[in-house]
């Protein structure tokens, strides 16, 4: 996050919603990532919050009025608007949402919206009835159509007691659909990447599984970094600690034969296989439909053999199709990785170091190694998982150019 954000210009567009007070958490992540950022508060929006906690958090003065004197002509007004990478209005009202539909410009958010050629992401916030309203829909289609992106809202319970959509969606989800806007790189603008990540649960009764330590941080990792980098994303997930990013089309299983099956489906119209999970090699023969309880003997399970997730897409692999692998190995992890490379016909594969405190399920840390078909081989030092990620997406985009 810290490399996609750092040094970005984003305006923070704040209005006067009941969720206003979200926005600090917003305003706290973009800041923590290295993005500069200029909260700008309506004045509905500054009954409801004060403009000094933003301007504690992002460390700069938070613009208020359209006619305030001017401290510093380079930081404010027509220049902020010129300067920014993207135009982040959340919560953003109804009567925002309208304000923009119609190019109402009776403030300094609606006047510069005009102005920025920067992108505008709006995450609406409002009461069900109001959201559902024909105005705000079709006020929400109109600005689809001119190119305005909107995350959420999220349904559920609103601070007026009804239930329904219309609560802002998570202020991290709201960070994550900024990434591919505030990116610099765009190096895999429409290729389509289906993945898999996280475990798999194989059931032994309905309350117990046989599972794996997979948390499902370096596939989430990987699905951010081609997200940003303008890939379409799709995630094959099995249990995970962690969720996928906004963004990414996730589609959850929970054992081996179900990603298997979603995965053959899927990848026969990706240009990038990634193979990400942790699937699990066996499942239990024949699960007990009822709860086992303890007999004061041995329990026996039979084992049968799972179907090769990866192998199967190696199977029927187009021509120009590119596979990657992991190899998660405790053992003579360089040569195992390589014949597994050979022996599904990856391109390339990600050879990761498990058995150590800093690498391997669950750390936020890898020590791995990239093996191509080629034979080239990036011994990398211990990096974080995005960090690793990024190196990953490297040698795709180096593999796409080179099929
Ligand atoms: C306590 C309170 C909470 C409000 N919450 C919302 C809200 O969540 N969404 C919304 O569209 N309007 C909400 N409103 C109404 C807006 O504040 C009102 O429409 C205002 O004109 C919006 O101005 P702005 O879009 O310039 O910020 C709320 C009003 C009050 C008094």
Known sequence: MKRIFSNREIVLGVTGSIAAYKACEIASRLTEYGANVTPVLTKSACELVGSATFEAICGRAAITHMFAPLQNPDVEHIAVAQRAHLYLIAPATANFIARATHGIADDWLTTTLLATRAPILIAPAMNTNMYE??????????????????????????????????????????????VPLVSERHDLKNVRIVMTSGGTHEPIDPVRYIGNRSSGKMGRALALEAIARGASVTVVTGPSEVAMPEGALAIPVETAAQMAEAVVNLAQDADVFIGAAAVADYRVETPSNSKKKKSGKKLDLTLVENPDVLGLVGAVKRAKQILVGFAAETDDLLANAALKLKKKQLDLIIANEVNTDVSGFG????????????????????????????????RVVALIHAA
């Open 133 to 178: 309203h024909p105005a705000t829909q079709e006020n929400m289609q109109t600005l689809r159509r001119r190119g305005v992106y909107f995350v959420g809202p999220d349904s559920g319970r609103l601070a007026c007691k009804t239930i329904g959509p219309g609560r802002l969606i998570d202020p991290m989800k709201i960070v994550e659909a900024c």
């Open 363 to 394: 750390k936020d840390t890898s020590k791995a190694a990239l093996i191509g078909r080629d034979g080239k081989v990036d011994d990398l030092p211990l990096l974080t998982k995005e960090e690793v990620a990024e190196r990953i997406m490297d």
